[in-house]
């Protein structure tokens, strides 16, 4: 009989920037079963959403992720324009479309950085962190900050670009193109990394559509989705571009569909440069009729989905969200297990899991299927949690 | 009395601690540099090593004490032992006694076993995975290591002494002239690499997978000890390959810059082969180890007999 071990990865472990816990039953070092606890980052985001009005809960939601933190406001400004139906100025479009665009390139480096360090590869984490810095300057230059634009606003964006800005950010994106090239060939003809990402944790066709995997991990396994082609918004119709799919399913060509991905919004944001028409940002609705508006947004990570009902009042009465690695979390299942323990990791970082955008958690008694713990619960156990961490540490 | 002194000051325990630390600040800095970083002041590995000295010792619960805090010790002891007799010998050829190769190829794995001991007396099962990766490695890069050994020492016509190797590579060249000492030395390189377990090699410290494997439950004293045991080994073993294939490094006048360039050489290829790939898997590594570089080693010792 064989030894059977757990190994944990989280919930602080250098493989993750933010806590998650991942049991790993191991045999060995071959992986036989996983096991993802998530709810180490809940932040109730949603419910606070609800008593927030429309404006400010623009602002709330961007702060669900740092590295996604346009799409989230992005698709929820848009569930709101659908209750109402607003119209959003052409401008205002190309703007969204622009930022929207940078933050997938500055994403989309930072995981190929992630990805070496996963791989012991620091020089590639090193090297494309500092690439991104430039994508990072052009934001501080539309603005206003690196991270956290607070663009989005409900009919159009908060802030206009100048003219006397383009050349500018028009050199440094022409700059960057060149650097990723070069990180492409860095990357992606290493035999080493080849070695280690090559037929590692493949997800077939089928397994993605079983487990309604989205963005890159689906787009590396063949299948085409990708919102901004689907179900068109900002200005993506209007603009050159096509949607990388590739049909290995392993992790080499995850990285390859975020590579080239990388470069196709290059693409979209100097289109967007020279074809950005004059005129007003903003539409400024007044009111927000009762209905209900379901936004999408192809975040970095695969499409964001923000469910929004009115009743006529300045607030929303739900607001629901479901992030992108909410859906590609499952896909472990079939990833992961008959693995080894190194291979693990990788394919870990290879859906670019983002943990503070998936955590919404209701536990629900799957026998009786009643509602065991929902928000107001979890308030009062963070409370309750607070309270004794606090008589424990003797303050109060 | 002599000797004592001879392993605890020069050229043993002071003087390989003070060499190995500078040299790992090289090393880092050269990573830094490689990694558009400003890296460390040069006395960066010295303070780390006093502070961590200064930190509290925890033996985790159901530890074996003894063999959890020993480990360390055991290594270390090992490789200044190593570097007082490769440095006795290069001082003085004839202070070279029958066999010492033999005797510096088995404790130069003593380091790896110290920490696989370690690992495996902490009871952490992610140590105890990283101890097991480390066993596979060793497992893996002893025969081609062993088979590039052979060849300077068929060169010498079987002198097992390191010092019969200075003499002869003073009077006939160094031995990585020839074609078989060449591809020794090549193969030579990649062992380094995996006995220092750098990049692609760190295989069983793997920091995003195993948070440092065998070390992790170390802390205070014997973590010092454990880096301190990794800097004197990035000087010694590099040293113990110049000797053996690069003719040593000669202290009379001029030629010692000759022989510090040597092995700042050496370390310079040691942290760009570090920093410029990613990690193997550890059935990779075997694969690689059994496979081309052992024939590899084959082809040498097969050419060193022929005389080439």
Known sequence: MSHRTIIPIGPYHPLQEEPEFYQLLVEGEKVIDIDVRIGYNHRGIEKLSESKSFDKAAYLVERICGICSTSHPLAFVQAVENISNIEVPERALYIRTIIAELERIHSHLLWVGLAGHFLGYNTIFMWAWKYRESILDVFETISGNRNHYGMMKVGGVRRDMYEKDFPWITRELDKVVDKVIMLKGAVLDDPVIHARTKGVGVLTKDDIINYCALGPTARASGVDIDVRRDDPYAVYNKLDWKVIVRQEGDVFAKTVVRVLETLESLKIVKQCLENMPKGEIDSKPKDIPPGEGIGRAEAPRGEVIHYVRSDGSNSAVRHKIRAPTFMNFPTFKKSIVGQTVTDATIILAAIDPCYCCTERLTVIDAKSNKEVMGSRELIKLSQEKTALLKKEMGIE | ?308
Do not use: H
């Open chain 2, 1 to 308: 009395m002599k000797n004592l002194l001879y392993f605890l000051i020069f050229p043993g325990f002071l003087f390989t601690a003070i060499c190995g630390l500078v040299a790992s600040w090289v090393d880092r800095k050269l990573t830094a540099r490689l990694q558009w970083r400003v890296g460390p002041p040069w006395y960066q590995p010295f303070i780390d090593i006093l502070k961590l000295l200064g930190k509290e010792t925890i033996v985790p619960k159901g530890a074996s004490k003894l063999t959890f805090l020993s480990a360390p010790l055991v290594s270390l002891a090992s490789v200044t032992l190593v570097s007082t007799i490769v440095w006795m010998v290069d001082l003085n050829p004839s202070k070279s006694f029958v066999g010492d190769i033999i005797v510096v190829i088995y404790l130069l794995t003593i380091p790896s076993i110290g920490l696989m001991i370690g690992g495996f007396a902490s009871r952490n099962p992610l140590a105890s995975l990283g101890a097991s990766r480390e066993m596979k490695l060793i497992l893996s890069y002893e025969l081609p290591f062993l088979l590039a050994i052979i060849v300077p020492i068929i060169k010498t016509s079987g002198a097992i002494r390191i010092g019969e190797l200075l003499t002869y590579q003073l009077g006939n060249g160094l031995i990585v002239k020839n074609l078989s000492g060449m591809i020794a030395f090549f193969v030579v390189i990649f062992v380094l690499q995996a006995k220092l377990s750098l990049a692609p090699f760190d295989i069983p410290e793997a920091e995003t997978e195993l948070m440092s494997g065998p070390i992790v439950e170390y802390s205070g004293a014997p973590l010092a000890i454990i880096k301190l045991t990794k800097a004197m080994m990035l000087f010694t073993l590099p040293i113990f390959l110049i000797v053996m294939f690069l003719g040593g490094i000669s202290t009379d006048g001029i030629n010692i810059v000759w022989g510090i360039s040597k092995y700042i050489g050496l370390l310079a290829l040691v942290s760009i082969i570090k920093n410029t790939n990613p990690r193997l898997r550890v059935d990779q590594a075997l694969k690689f180890f059994w496979g081309p570089l052992t024939v590899l080693a084959i082809i040498a010792v097969v050419l060193a007999c022929m005389g080439l």
